[in-house]
Protein backbone atom coordinates (compact mmCIF):
# COMPACT_ATOMS: atom_id res chain seq x y z
CA UNK A 1 0.00 0.00 0.00
CA UNK A 2 1.37 3.47 -0.75
CA UNK A 3 0.65 6.38 1.39
CA UNK A 4 -1.48 7.62 -1.66
CA UNK A 5 -4.24 5.26 -0.57
CA UNK A 6 -3.68 5.89 3.32
CA UNK A 7 -5.42 8.57 4.78
CA UNK A 8 -4.08 9.01 8.17
CA UNK A 9 -6.87 9.25 10.84
CA UNK A 10 -6.64 12.69 12.00
CA UNK A 11 -8.40 13.60 8.64
CA UNK A 12 -11.92 11.90 9.82
CA UNK A 13 -11.32 14.81 12.33
CA UNK A 14 -11.53 17.50 9.72
CA UNK A 15 -13.99 16.08 7.12
CA UNK A 16 -16.16 16.11 10.08
CA UNK A 17 -15.65 19.68 10.35
CA UNK A 18 -16.11 20.75 6.54
CA UNK A 19 -18.69 19.20 6.07
CA UNK A 20 -20.27 21.06 9.30
CA UNK A 21 -22.31 24.15 7.92
CA UNK A 22 -20.86 26.82 9.81
CA UNK A 23 -17.45 28.29 9.13
CA UNK A 24 -14.04 27.80 10.93
CA UNK A 25 -10.41 29.00 10.74
CA UNK A 26 -8.68 25.43 11.09
CA UNK A 27 -4.50 25.38 11.58
CA UNK A 28 -2.60 22.34 10.92
CA UNK A 29 0.51 22.09 12.45
CA UNK A 30 3.37 19.70 12.19
CA UNK A 31 6.80 19.01 11.33
CA UNK A 32 7.73 18.97 7.64
CA UNK A 33 6.96 15.83 5.59
CA UNK A 34 4.49 14.30 8.12
CA UNK A 35 1.79 14.76 5.94
CA UNK A 36 -0.11 17.50 6.24
CA UNK A 37 -0.20 18.77 2.66
CA UNK A 38 -1.12 15.10 1.03
CA UNK A 39 -3.66 14.79 4.18
CA UNK A 40 -5.27 18.28 2.97
CA UNK A 41 -5.58 17.11 -0.40
CA UNK A 42 -7.21 13.87 0.27
CA UNK A 43 -9.64 15.19 2.55
CA UNK A 44 -10.67 18.13 -0.15
CA UNK A 45 -11.31 15.25 -2.42
CA UNK A 46 -13.83 13.26 0.04
CA UNK A 47 -15.78 16.36 0.24
CA UNK A 48 -18.43 18.39 -2.18
CA UNK A 49 -17.25 21.90 -2.01
CA UNK A 50 -15.17 24.05 -4.08
CA UNK A 51 -11.70 24.41 -3.20
CA UNK A 52 -8.56 26.71 -3.46
CA UNK A 53 -4.97 25.44 -2.31
CA UNK A 54 -2.10 27.86 -2.76
CA UNK A 55 1.72 27.48 -1.15
CA UNK A 56 4.14 30.03 0.44
CA UNK A 57 6.33 26.85 0.60
CA UNK A 58 9.13 29.13 -1.40
CA UNK A 59 13.05 29.74 -0.36
CA UNK A 60 12.14 33.63 -0.13
CA UNK A 61 8.91 34.91 2.03
CA UNK A 62 6.14 36.37 0.40
CA UNK A 63 4.21 39.35 1.46
CA UNK A 64 0.96 39.71 2.97
CA UNK A 65 -0.58 40.67 -0.81
CA UNK A 66 0.04 37.06 -1.57
CA UNK A 67 -2.63 36.02 0.99
CA UNK A 68 -5.24 38.82 -0.01
CA UNK A 69 -4.92 37.26 -3.87
CA UNK A 70 -5.77 33.72 -2.41
CA UNK A 71 -8.14 34.77 -0.06
CA UNK A 72 -10.24 36.99 -2.99
CA UNK A 73 -9.97 34.11 -5.55
CA UNK A 74 -11.51 32.10 -2.76
CA UNK A 75 -14.06 34.41 -2.08
CA UNK A 76 -15.32 34.26 -5.44
CA UNK A 77 -15.92 30.48 -5.45
CA UNK A 78 -17.72 31.09 -2.20
CA UNK A 79 -20.15 33.42 -3.81
CA UNK A 80 -20.60 31.13 -6.96
CA UNK A 81 -21.27 27.98 -4.52
CA UNK A 82 -24.26 29.70 -3.03
CA UNK A 83 -25.29 27.66 0.42
CA UNK A 84 -22.74 25.70 0.62
CA UNK A 85 -19.74 27.95 0.93
CA UNK A 86 -16.16 27.00 0.04
CA UNK A 87 -12.64 26.05 1.32
CA UNK A 88 -9.28 28.24 1.42
CA UNK A 89 -6.08 25.90 1.93
CA UNK A 90 -3.19 28.21 2.56
CA UNK A 91 -0.09 25.62 2.73
CA UNK A 92 3.01 27.02 4.63
CA UNK A 93 1.47 30.04 5.64
CA UNK A 94 3.86 30.78 8.37
CA UNK A 95 6.85 32.20 5.36
CA UNK A 96 4.34 35.05 5.21
CA UNK A 97 5.65 38.19 6.80
CA UNK A 98 2.65 39.53 9.17
CA UNK A 99 0.91 36.64 7.86
CA UNK A 100 -1.72 36.42 11.18
CA UNK A 101 -2.46 40.25 10.80
CA UNK A 102 -3.94 39.60 7.52
CA UNK A 103 -5.87 36.60 8.02
CA UNK A 104 -7.52 38.84 10.96
CA UNK A 105 -8.44 41.52 9.18
CA UNK A 106 -9.40 39.41 6.55
CA UNK A 107 -11.53 36.99 8.58
CA UNK A 108 -13.15 39.05 10.95
CA UNK A 109 -14.24 41.39 7.19
CA UNK A 110 -16.27 38.14 6.27
CA UNK A 111 -17.67 37.71 9.65
CA UNK A 112 -18.96 41.23 8.90
CA UNK A 113 -19.86 40.43 5.38
CA UNK A 114 -21.30 37.18 6.48
CA UNK A 115 -19.80 34.86 4.31
CA UNK A 116 -19.29 31.16 4.63
CA UNK A 117 -15.72 30.84 3.43
CA UNK A 118 -14.08 28.06 5.66
CA UNK A 119 -10.20 28.20 5.93
CA UNK A 120 -7.63 25.96 6.69
CA UNK A 121 -4.03 27.68 7.24
CA UNK A 122 -1.09 24.68 7.07
CA UNK A 123 2.34 25.39 9.27
CA UNK A 124 5.43 23.36 9.37
CA UNK A 125 7.04 25.97 11.95
CA UNK A 126 5.35 25.73 15.33
CA UNK A 127 7.61 29.09 16.56
CA UNK A 128 6.50 31.30 13.96
CA UNK A 129 2.92 29.75 14.09
CA UNK A 130 2.68 29.76 17.97
CA UNK A 131 3.28 34.19 17.55
CA UNK A 132 0.40 34.63 15.28
CA UNK A 133 -1.61 32.39 17.12
CA UNK A 134 -1.43 34.34 20.35
CA UNK A 135 -1.11 37.61 19.22
CA UNK A 136 -3.63 38.17 16.24
CA UNK A 137 -6.04 35.30 16.40
CA UNK A 138 -6.71 34.72 19.95
CA UNK A 139 -10.42 33.22 19.87
CA UNK A 140 -10.10 33.16 16.10
CA UNK A 141 -9.10 29.48 15.75
CA UNK A 142 -9.01 25.74 16.26
CA UNK A 143 -5.88 23.97 15.93
CA UNK A 144 -4.96 20.51 15.30
CA UNK A 145 -1.65 19.20 15.72
CA UNK A 146 0.02 16.23 13.12
CA UNK A 147 2.69 14.33 14.71
CA UNK A 148 5.65 12.24 12.81
CA UNK A 149 3.55 9.37 11.98
CA UNK A 150 3.23 5.84 14.35
CA UNK A 151 3.76 2.67 14.47
CA UNK A 152 0.48 1.41 13.31
CA UNK A 153 0.29 4.21 10.54
CA UNK A 154 3.61 3.00 8.87
CA UNK A 155 2.82 -0.51 9.51
CA UNK A 156 -0.60 -0.03 7.55
CA UNK A 157 0.63 2.38 4.76
CA UNK A 158 3.43 0.56 3.95
CA UNK A 159 4.02 -2.73 6.04
CA UNK A 160 6.90 -1.92 8.49
CA UNK A 161 7.88 -4.50 10.72
CA UNK A 162 8.80 -3.34 14.40
CA UNK A 163 12.03 -3.30 13.78
CA UNK A 164 12.12 -1.45 10.77
CA UNK A 165 10.09 1.29 12.05
CA UNK A 166 12.70 1.46 14.85
CA UNK A 167 15.34 1.60 12.37
CA UNK A 168 14.09 3.95 9.39
CA UNK A 169 11.52 5.59 11.40
CA UNK A 170 8.65 7.49 10.13
CA UNK A 171 8.98 9.44 7.42
CA UNK A 172 6.24 8.35 4.65
CA UNK A 173 8.10 10.04 1.70
CA UNK A 174 11.03 8.28 2.70
CA UNK A 175 9.82 4.11 3.28
CA UNK A 176 9.82 3.49 -0.46
CA UNK A 177 13.32 3.68 -0.59
CA UNK A 178 14.25 1.57 2.21
CA UNK A 179 15.73 -0.92 -0.43
CA UNK A 180 18.43 0.83 -0.93
CA UNK A 181 19.87 2.50 2.35
CA UNK A 182 22.09 4.95 0.77
CA UNK A 183 19.38 6.46 -1.50
CA UNK A 184 17.51 6.30 1.80
CA UNK A 185 19.76 8.23 3.69
CA UNK A 186 20.31 10.55 1.23
CA UNK A 187 17.08 11.27 0.95
CA UNK A 188 16.80 12.05 4.88
CA UNK A 189 19.79 14.35 5.17
CA UNK A 190 19.45 16.28 2.02
CA UNK A 191 15.40 16.48 1.55
CA UNK A 192 14.20 16.23 5.38
CA UNK A 193 17.07 17.16 7.74
CA UNK A 194 19.38 20.05 5.38
CA UNK A 195 15.54 21.63 4.14
CA UNK A 196 14.12 21.36 7.48
CA UNK A 197 17.06 23.67 9.29
CA UNK A 198 17.61 25.94 5.77
CA UNK A 199 13.50 26.68 5.06
CA UNK A 200 12.30 26.20 8.98
CA UNK A 201 14.70 27.44 11.09
CA UNK A 202 17.37 29.69 9.54
CA UNK A 203 14.37 31.07 7.24
CA UNK A 204 12.32 32.08 9.94
CA UNK A 205 14.45 33.11 12.85
CA UNK A 206 17.72 34.70 14.13
CA UNK A 207 20.16 32.07 14.01
CA UNK A 208 23.96 33.58 14.56
CA UNK A 209 26.17 30.60 13.85
CA UNK A 210 24.45 28.61 11.39
CA UNK A 211 27.13 26.03 11.08
CA UNK A 212 27.11 25.44 15.08
CA UNK A 213 23.00 24.85 14.82
CA UNK A 214 23.45 22.09 12.03
CA UNK A 215 26.38 20.62 14.04
CA UNK A 216 24.19 20.99 16.86
CA UNK A 217 21.81 18.93 15.34
CA UNK A 218 23.95 16.24 14.15
CA UNK A 219 25.18 15.57 17.51
CA UNK A 220 21.70 15.40 18.78
CA UNK A 221 20.35 12.79 16.33
CA UNK A 222 24.14 10.98 17.12
CA UNK A 223 23.53 11.37 21.12
CA UNK A 224 19.69 10.77 21.42
CA UNK A 225 18.87 8.76 23.85
CA UNK A 226 21.84 10.17 26.18
CA UNK A 227 21.74 12.74 28.71
CA UNK A 228 24.59 15.63 27.68
CA UNK A 229 25.66 18.14 29.46
CA UNK A 230 25.51 21.55 27.39
CA UNK A 231 29.58 21.94 28.51
CA UNK A 232 30.07 18.45 27.12
CA UNK A 233 27.99 19.72 24.05
CA UNK A 234 30.27 22.58 23.27
CA UNK A 235 33.54 20.82 23.60
CA UNK A 236 32.22 18.25 21.38
CA UNK A 237 31.15 20.96 18.59
CA UNK A 238 35.08 22.66 19.20
CA UNK A 239 32.75 25.78 19.40
CA UNK A 240 33.80 29.14 21.87
CA UNK A 241 29.82 29.77 21.78
CA UNK A 242 27.83 29.34 25.06
CA UNK A 243 25.34 27.67 26.78
CA UNK A 244 22.64 30.48 26.15
CA UNK A 245 22.92 29.92 22.63
CA UNK A 246 22.60 26.31 22.55
CA UNK A 247 19.48 26.10 24.64
CA UNK A 248 18.28 28.63 21.88
CA UNK A 249 19.38 26.24 19.16
CA UNK A 250 17.98 23.37 20.95
CA UNK A 251 14.63 25.46 21.60
CA UNK A 252 14.82 26.22 17.49
CA UNK A 253 15.19 22.35 16.85
CA UNK A 254 12.75 21.54 18.99
CA UNK A 255 9.73 23.83 17.28
CA UNK A 256 11.07 22.19 14.06
CA UNK A 257 9.79 19.02 15.00
CA UNK A 258 13.29 17.22 14.42
CA UNK A 259 15.05 17.10 18.27
CA UNK A 260 14.17 17.90 22.07
CA UNK A 261 15.61 18.40 24.75
CA UNK A 262 14.70 16.84 27.99
CA UNK A 263 14.90 18.64 31.72
CA UNK A 264 15.08 16.33 34.82
CA UNK A 265 12.06 15.56 36.77
CA UNK A 266 12.30 17.18 40.05
CA UNK A 267 8.90 18.60 41.35
CA UNK A 268 9.93 21.90 40.86
CA UNK A 269 9.54 24.24 37.65
CA UNK A 270 12.95 26.14 38.21
CA UNK A 271 15.60 22.63 38.63
CA UNK A 272 13.73 21.11 35.51
CA UNK A 273 14.75 24.16 34.06
CA UNK A 274 18.32 24.61 34.81
CA UNK A 275 18.90 20.72 34.63
CA UNK A 276 21.63 18.98 32.81
CA UNK A 277 19.44 18.12 29.21
CA UNK A 278 18.53 14.61 27.95
CA UNK A 279 18.61 14.57 24.26
CA UNK A 280 15.79 13.00 22.22
CA UNK A 281 14.93 12.54 18.44
CA UNK A 282 11.34 12.90 16.76
CA UNK A 283 11.95 10.74 14.67
CA UNK A 284 14.60 7.84 14.44
CA UNK A 285 15.36 8.02 10.99
CA UNK A 286 16.96 11.60 11.93
CA UNK A 287 19.80 9.06 14.10
CA UNK A 288 20.73 6.13 11.63
CA UNK A 289 20.63 8.30 8.41
CA UNK A 290 23.67 9.47 9.62
CA UNK A 291 25.00 5.55 10.90
CA UNK A 292 27.33 3.64 9.02
CA UNK A 293 25.80 0.80 9.50
CA UNK A 294 22.63 -1.78 7.92
CA UNK A 295 19.62 -2.62 9.94
CA UNK A 296 21.53 -6.21 10.40
CA UNK A 297 24.07 -4.68 11.76
CA UNK A 298 22.63 -2.20 13.80
CA UNK A 299 20.35 -5.37 15.23
CA UNK A 300 23.85 -7.08 16.02
CA UNK A 301 25.03 -4.28 18.63
CA UNK A 302 23.29 -4.72 21.17
CA UNK A 303 23.96 -1.46 22.97
CA UNK A 304 23.32 0.47 19.78
CA UNK A 305 19.71 -1.53 18.80
CA UNK A 306 18.85 -0.75 22.72
CA UNK A 307 19.70 3.14 21.91
CA UNK A 308 17.52 2.81 19.09
CA UNK A 309 14.41 1.17 20.87
CA UNK A 310 14.58 3.76 23.89
CA UNK A 311 14.86 6.83 21.16
CA UNK A 312 11.31 4.98 19.32
CA UNK A 313 9.91 5.10 22.69
CA UNK A 314 11.14 8.91 23.34
CA UNK A 315 10.16 10.06 19.82
CA UNK A 316 6.37 8.44 20.61
CA UNK A 317 6.20 10.16 23.76
CA UNK A 318 8.13 13.82 22.75
CA UNK A 319 5.16 14.13 19.73
CA UNK A 320 2.61 13.47 21.87
CA UNK A 321 4.00 15.76 24.38
CA UNK A 322 4.34 18.26 21.00
CA UNK A 323 0.26 17.68 20.34
CA UNK A 324 -0.58 19.02 24.14
CA UNK A 325 -1.17 15.63 25.64
CA UNK A 326 1.49 15.48 28.08
CA UNK A 327 4.81 16.84 29.54
CA UNK A 328 8.10 14.38 28.98
CA UNK A 329 11.18 14.56 31.21
CA UNK A 330 14.01 11.82 32.58
CA UNK A 331 14.79 11.10 36.18
CA UNK A 332 18.69 11.01 37.26
CA UNK A 333 20.04 10.75 41.08
CA UNK A 334 23.42 9.69 41.61
CA UNK A 335 23.88 6.16 39.25
CA UNK A 336 20.16 5.64 39.32
CA UNK A 337 18.26 7.00 36.26
CA UNK A 338 14.61 6.29 35.11
CA UNK A 339 14.41 6.74 31.47
CA UNK A 340 11.51 8.50 31.14
CA UNK A 341 8.86 10.68 33.14
CA UNK A 342 5.74 11.48 31.98
CA UNK A 343 3.18 14.04 33.50
CA UNK A 344 -0.35 15.26 32.38
CA UNK A 345 -2.01 17.19 35.48
CA UNK A 346 -2.00 14.87 38.72
CA UNK A 347 -0.57 11.91 37.13
CA UNK A 348 2.80 10.90 36.98
CA UNK A 349 4.18 7.68 35.16
CA UNK A 350 7.62 6.56 35.19
CA UNK A 351 8.71 4.86 32.21
CA UNK A 352 11.59 2.47 31.86
CA UNK A 353 12.59 0.41 28.37
CA UNK A 354 14.12 -2.47 27.71
CA UNK A 355 15.47 -3.64 24.32
CA UNK A 356 15.19 -7.58 25.13
CA UNK A 357 14.82 -10.19 27.75
CA UNK A 358 16.57 -9.18 30.79
CA UNK A 359 16.44 -10.30 34.37
CA UNK A 360 18.46 -7.00 35.68
CA UNK A 361 16.68 -5.51 37.98
CA UNK A 362 15.54 -1.25 37.76
CA UNK A 363 17.58 -0.04 40.56
CA UNK A 364 16.75 3.49 39.04
CA UNK A 365 12.77 2.89 39.69
CA UNK A 366 13.12 1.77 42.80
CA UNK A 367 14.68 4.44 44.05
CA UNK A 368 12.15 7.20 41.98
CA UNK A 369 9.35 5.36 44.10
CA UNK A 370 10.53 6.06 47.25
CA UNK A 371 11.04 9.91 46.37
CA UNK A 372 7.70 10.15 44.45
CA UNK A 373 4.98 6.94 45.59
CA UNK A 374 2.42 8.19 43.89
CA UNK A 375 4.07 7.71 40.58
CA UNK A 376 2.93 5.21 38.25
CA UNK A 377 5.55 2.90 37.02
CA UNK A 378 5.61 1.02 33.53
CA UNK A 379 8.29 -1.56 32.17
CA UNK A 380 8.68 -1.37 27.97
CA UNK A 381 10.18 -4.34 26.89
CA UNK A 382 12.04 -7.10 28.57
CA UNK A 383 9.25 -8.65 30.83
CA UNK A 384 7.01 -5.78 30.71
CA UNK A 385 4.85 -4.02 27.65
CA UNK A 386 6.39 -5.80 24.42
CA UNK A 387 7.55 -2.79 22.17
CA UNK A 388 5.55 -2.92 19.42
CA UNK A 389 2.03 -3.11 22.03
CA UNK A 390 3.40 0.43 23.16
CA UNK A 391 4.22 2.10 19.76
CA UNK A 392 0.73 0.62 18.89
CA UNK A 393 -1.30 2.74 21.45
CA UNK A 394 -1.65 6.22 22.28
CA UNK A 395 0.62 8.07 24.80
CA UNK A 396 -2.71 8.87 26.71
CA UNK A 397 -3.53 5.07 27.21
CA UNK A 398 -0.70 4.46 28.71
CA UNK A 399 -1.44 7.44 31.32
CA UNK A 400 -4.60 5.66 32.28
CA UNK A 401 -6.01 9.17 30.69
Known sequence: MSKKTFVRPYAKELIRRLREPRRFLQI??????????????????????????????????????????????????????????????????????????????LWDEDSRMQRKLKVVLLGSAPLALGRGLSESLAGRFELLHLPHWSFPEMREAFGLTLDQYVFYGAYPGAAPLMGDLDRWKRYIRDSLIETTVSREVLLLSRVDKPALLRRLLELGCAYSGQILSYTKMLGQLQDKGNTVTLAHYLDLLGAAGVLACLGKYAGAEVRQRNSIPKLQVFNTALMTATFPLTMAQALGDRQLWGRLVESAVGAHLVNAQAGGACRVFYWRERNREVDFVVREGNTLTAIEVKSGQTADSLPGMAVFERKFPSARKLLVGGDGVPVGEFLSRPVEYWLGL
Not at 64 to 83: C, D, K, M, N
Open 28 to 105: ISGARQVGKTTMVTQVTESIDLPCRFASADVPTLRGTQWIEQQWEAARLLEAESGREGAVLILDEVQKVQDWAEMVKH
